[in-house]
């Protein structure tokens, strides 16, 4: 079983900042992408950024030279830094990753995404 565990939302006033981490656990062969996407009341859910096994970034316009993703492969963990916060940030940030996983005993290997649970940034005016 893979398990993410997301953490770092919270309440913050206009203009700060919030880190968010998340931790990927379970039998995992190899983590391939790992991003965040955020979801705010009455609208669909959207990218914020992504980040490959090599370091590879991409950001959705809205906050790219704003926020920051970075990974730690040792560690399993994806982090987002988020700077200079706005009102319109207020979401549920989740967390998702594709993983190789190992799913026979002959070696077989299959990619699967999956999702945290979201955590929630509130960004006050």
């Known amino acids: 079983q893979v398990q993410l565990a997301e953490s770092g939302g919270g309440l913050v006033e206009a203009g700060g900042s919030l880190g968010l981490r998340c931790a990927v656990s379970g039998s995992i062969f190899r983590i391939n992408v790992m991003g965040w996407y955020r979801q705010a009341p009455g609208k669909q859910r959207e990218l914020v950024a992504t980040i490959g096994s090599g370091g590879i970034t991409n950001y959705a316009g809205s906050v790219k030279g704003r926020f920051t993703i970075s990974r730690d492969n040792a560690e399993n963990t994806v982090y987002l830094q988020m700077n200079s916060l706005k009102p319109e940030d207020t979401a549920v940030y989740y967390c998702?990753?594709?993983?190789?996983?190992?799913?026979?005993?002959?070696?077989?290997?299959?990619?699967?995404?999956?999702w945290g649970k979201g955590t929630l940034v509130t960004v006050s005016s």
């Open positions: 998702n990753t594709n993983v190789m996983v190992v799913v026979n005993i002959e070696g077989a290997s299959r990619n699967i995404e999956y």
